[in-house]
T-cell receptor, first 115, second 114 residues
Framework: AQSVTQLDSQVPVFEEAPVELRCNYS??????LFWYVQYPNQGLQLLLK??????LVKGINGFEAEFNKSQTSFHLRKPSVHISDTAEYFC?????????????FGKGTMLLVSP | KAGVTQTPRYLIKTRGQQVTLSCSPI?????VSWYQQTPGQGLQFLFE???????NKGNFPGRFSGRQFSNSRSEMNVSTLELGDSALYLC?????????????FGPGTRLTVL
């Protein structure tokens, strides 16, 4: 069975500073990797996903993530955050061998951007 | 395209009651997954339906059940409610439910059990 660990439950950062949200996964098989964002009182929205190919994946709103197979990590980065990036971020995996999509999520990281 | 719709948005029930939540997928989406979100356990997979058939199920007791209709709308039911069932219930839909597909989430139904 796969599992996802998000190492930080909260990350406070000042506006225009860079940020990295960490995600490590554990699985006995190959996985697909996803980052979702949840704004208050809303559902989740996909930021980016890694399926194959280049290990650096670019997503919406200036976010990017890098897949590192040897370290089983998929950290999310943004070079300069805005107040509007304040939200909860979830890393998720889906097993490649499964024919259908069942996401296993991490516990989430709350990104708090202050002026 | 209209997004994923969940009704009701908020619900208050008492222990022992049962509840039914509804999810209307994006037009053309045939796969509907349900997740429970709580502060302690995070997001946990409940079950997934495709073409009116349950294809996958998470590790939840039998009090949690669901179904899907021919128009792909899905309902989930929780019987004999317990305090611990208080949570945000999210549904997510994809066109075919493949494991590379992007899941589109609804806003959720906030269930409070008193």
């Amino acid at each position: 069975a796969q599992s996802v660990t998000q190492l930080d439950s909260q990350v406070p950062v000042f506006e225009e500073a860079p940020v990295e949200l960490r995600c490590n996964y554990s699985s006995s098989v190959s996985v697909y990797l996803f980052w979702y964002v949840q704004y208050p009182n809303q559902g989740l929205q996909l930021l980016l996903k890694y399926l194959s190919g280049s290990t650096l994946v670019k997503g919406i709103n200036g976010f990017e993530a890098e897949f590192n197979k040897s370290q089983t990590s998929f950290h999310l980065r943004k070079p300069s955050v805005h107040i509007s990036d304040t939200a909860e971020y979830f890393c998720a995996v889906s097993e490649r061998i499964a024919g259908y999509s069942t996401l296993t999520f991490g516990k989430g990281t709350m990104l708090l951007v202050s002026p | 395209k209209a997004g994923v719709t969940q009704t009701p948005r908020y619900l208050i029930k008492t222990r022992g009651q049962q509840v039914t939540l509804s999810c209307s997928p994006i037009s053309g989406h045939r796969s509907v997954s349900w997740y429970q979100q709580t502060p302690g356990q995070g997001l946990q997979f409940l079950f997934e339906y495709f073409s009116e058939t349950q294809r996958n199920k998470g590790n939840f007791p039998g009090r949690f059940s669901g179904r899907q209709f021919s128009n792909s709308r899905s309902e989930m039911n929780v019987s004999t409610l317990e305090l611990g069932d208080s949570a945000l219930y999210l549904c997510a839909t994809t066109s075919a439910g493949g494991n590379t597909d992007t899941q589109y989430f609804g806003p959720g139904t906030r269930l409070t059990v008193l």
